[in-house]
């Protein structure tokens, strides 16, 4: 069975779409292709390696890649993580379904580096804890199903979008 493909993006794919991609392949590599871009790329943030390498992730090897990179390909899922109050985040066509969900630049924070490294570790948290909701609610592939006990039981199948799973 071919993977699903899952695009996330950020403008400087520097810092929260390195982080969700992380987080993602390592949580749903085995069934997802997982994949992050920007419209405008830096470096790899090196708080967002380590904050990542704190919890067994290394994305260390990533780089920051452009949207251009994929212009042409066709993803599942396009997921926008990043937000201001302009609102001005990249868009990527391509994509079957899309998501948005705005999570503050932990790389533009001012501090001191203990601040900046506490913010992204709260990023990450955050982060994780919606990707993870972001997978039962909208995306368990369709050979999944719910393991409840109880009245719950068989509650939710792998397309009942009402209800997570979680």
């Given at each position: 069975m071919e993977k699903e493909r899952v695009?996330?993006?950020?403008?400087?794919?520097?810092?929260?779409?390195?982080?969700a991609e992380g987080l993602f392949r390592d949580l749903y590599g085995d069934i997802f292709d997982?994949?992050?871009?920007?419209?405008?790329?830096?470096?790899?943030d090196p708080l967002a390696i380590k904050c990542m390498e704190d919890i067994g992730i290394d994305i260390s090897h990533h780089r920051s890649k452009s949207?251009?990179?994929?212009?042409?390909?066709?993803f599942d899922y396009v997921v926008t993580v990043c937000g201001n109050p302009y609102n001005a985040c990249p868009f990527f066509v391509g994509g079957k379904k899309y998501f948005?969900?705005?999570?503050?630049d932990p790389s533009v924070f001012e501090g001191t580096e203990e601040e900046k490294f506490e913010l992204f570790l709260k990023i990450r948290d955050e982060l994780r804890e919606w990707l993870e909701d972001l997978y039962y609610s909208?995306?368990?592939?369709?050979?999944?199903?719910?393991?409840?006990?109880?009245?719950l039981e068989g509650c939710c199948g792998p397309r009942d979008k009402e209800f997570s799973c979680r």
């Open positions: 695009l996330f993006m950020c403008i400087h794919n520097a810092a929260r779409s390195q982080m997982v994949y992050s871009a920007g419209s405008e790329p830096h470096t790899v949207l251009k990179e994929f212009e042409g390909q066709e948005k969900q705005p999570f503050e909208y995306m368990i592939p369709n050979d999944e199903s719910c393991n409840f006990s109880g009245e």
